[in-house]
């Protein structure tokens, strides 16, 4: 999937992760943008308007299931793509957030060639008019 031209929010409070993450999306050909909160990623969606978000999910001010809710229930946005992220990796964490809207699952460590192939394919899925 051509991924130039589009645009990607990465969501974390975690700045080794956002700079990390930030170069794998650049050099694959999306604009990128950082939001470090819940709070600041709801502004740059509406400012930035991505094509994915990629949402870490324990975070200040506002977390990622909050975030999620937000943008498929308050905005009613159900087909922009949420690529959900954390280092939680148990059942409870992972149903919370795919319940609230998410996409995809992923656990930290995420390797980069991984990220990069599901957030092509939900990319791909989205476009061919896929329903999650």
Do not use: W
């Not at 994915?52 to 943008?71: E, N, Q, S, T």
């Not at 087909?79 to 996409?103: H, N, Q």
């Amino acid at each position: 999937m051509e991924t130039t031209g589009k645009k990607a929010l990465i969501v974390d409070d975690d700045k080794d992760f956002t700079s990390g993450m930030g170069i794998l999306l650049k050099n694959a050909g999306f604009e990128v943008r950082v939001a470090e909160n819940g709070l600041r990623a709801l502004e740059e969606i509406d400012i930035f308007q991505p094509d994915v978000v990629i949402l870490d999910i324990y975070m200040p001010v506002m977390d990622g299931v909050k975030v999620c809710k937000f943008i498929r229930v308050e905005k009613g946005n159900h087909s922009m793509p949420i690529v959900a992220i954390t280092a939680y990796d148990d059942e409870g964490t992972k149903g919370e957030i795919l319940e609230a809207g998410a996409d995809i699952y992923l656990t930290k460590p995420i390797d980069g060639a991984e990220l990069l192939s599901q957030v092509q394919g939900v990319l791909g899925r989205a476009s061919a008019g896929g329903q999650y």
